[in-house]
């Protein structure tokens, strides 16, 4: 666990920032050369970058809004860590929606292009989660647990590192995703299918989530993840009532 990589004078450069960033580029990288291969106009970057833009502050207001209890307001806005990746894919999703229609660029067809760079930035930005020691999970016993000293809050006990759960689960979802697209399933199916696995591996691993409970044992981010599944099989179910599937290609 390394929470601060240097300082510059009392300037702290964080593992979670540096982490958050890489993944960010990742995946304007990973969009470009997806926009590329579906014959989309480059104008599409600029919706990624806006779409970090607003993740990051989505994804801080979110989180800060889930603790607002535990801490003052701007502690938690200030924290190294803390970032609700629902409040990323609100905030993320509602700007770079924003900018893509600005740009007269192709919802549909970005959104799916999008995807695997999405999921993979995520998956980056989990790894700087458990170096920080935040988004941990419930004490266990099992070899793999990590105590996290300095985490966010800090704990001495050995827990599940569901931070890298997830980080392993989103590769191997952007594994899938990028396969799909390669073998030409439909941009919508690819989009809807995204939603069913970020969210079903979500609502699986918050189970073990050191999360407020808000219904029963479910928590926010449980619903949530609920929803995401909901959208994502209501837009491939709606899909192949219309026929719009395209036949996979070898």
Known sequence: MYPVLFRIG????????????????????????????????DAGVDAAVAGVIGGLIGAKLLWT??????????????????LSWFGGLI?????????LRRRRVPVVRALAAATPAVAVGHA?????????????????????????PQGLPPTFLPVHPTQLYEAFALVGVAWLLIRWRRKGVADAFVFGRYLVL???TRFAIEFIRVNQRV????????????ALVLAGATIVWGNSQSGRARPARD
Do not use: Q
């Open 65 to 82: 809004l889930e603790f607002s209890g535990e801490a003052p307001i701007a502690d938690l806005l200030f924290s190294r860590g803390g």
């Open 124 to 148: 980056i930005g989990r790894i700087g989660c458990f170096m920080v020691g935040d988004d941990y999970g419930r004490p266990s016993n099992l070899p793999w647990a990590v105590a996290f």
């Open 91 to 99: 905030g993320g999703v509602g700007t770079g929606l924003w900018m």
């Open 10 to 41: 009392d300037f702290e450069i964080t593992s979670f920032g540096v982490l958050v960033a890489v993944g960010a580029l990742v995946g304007i990288w990973m969009f470009g050369r997806e926009l590329k291969r579906s014959g989309l106009p």
């Open 215 to 226: 219904a029963g044992p479910l928590t926010l981010a449980h619903l949530i993840s609920l």
């Open 198 to 200: 970020a969210g079903s």
